[in-house]
């Protein structure tokens, strides 16, 4: 098995003995809007059209989350890395192995992935709700990547559209609301709570 094994959050949470925390309408309702840089904000703007027209997966990866990622990178001094399509083999034998689409690092260091992470999930097909369990597979994976850290963030996208989850020990939170791209300041503005969270900037 792989991380793309774990088609449906039911097949996951019972996979891993997790249980889900319902009835969560935003788990970051507070957070601050971020604005993009000048640059950002043209690149994204001469980009979301391209790559909604070519409808492709790939075309989304690359013409609007890194654009948004490397962005976030450098707001916080590039004392984070990223990385796009690197193995996260954690544990062979629960199937927490496989390519990660992203994951977001504290280390600066970029040859290397090192704990804390957090996992970003590409929906496949446009569907957000099937990227789910593939998301909290890979967040149980970073949650013992991170030595056992009693929460982890993860995120599952479009590129267009966005959805947090939070898992705590082994409880899954899961946000209902769907946040649209554009516009990208509460986008930008919830993964910069995220990681000022997770990594104490």
Known sequence: MAYSDFTSVSKTTKAFGLSIKEEIISLFEQASAVQPSAVLAEILNENIPLAIATGSEKARSELIISPILVE?????????SLFSGESF????DKGLNGV?????SRSPVLSE??????????????????????CIAEMVAAQIFNNDARS???????????RFLLLEE???SI???EYPLPP??????????????????
Not at 100 to 104: E, R, S, V
Not at 152 to 162: D, E, F, I, P, S
């Open 170 to 172: 082994k409880l899954v």
């Open 89 to 92: 083999d954690v544990d062979f």
């Open 100 to 104: 990660c689409d992203f994951l977001i």
């Open 72 to 80: 976030l990178r450098k707001n916080f001094q590039r004392k984070i």
């Open 113 to 134: 992935i090192e704990q804390p992470v957090i996992v970003i999930v590409e929906a496949k097909k446009g569907d957000l709700k099937s990227a789910l369990g593939q």
């Open 152 to 162: 982890v963030h993860g995120v599952v996208t479009t590129g267009t559209l966005w």
């Open 184 to 201: 990208i300041d509460k986008i930008l503005g919830i993964l910069t709570a995220i990681i000022q969270k997770v990594y104490n900037t």
């Open 175 to 177: 946000d209902l609301v």
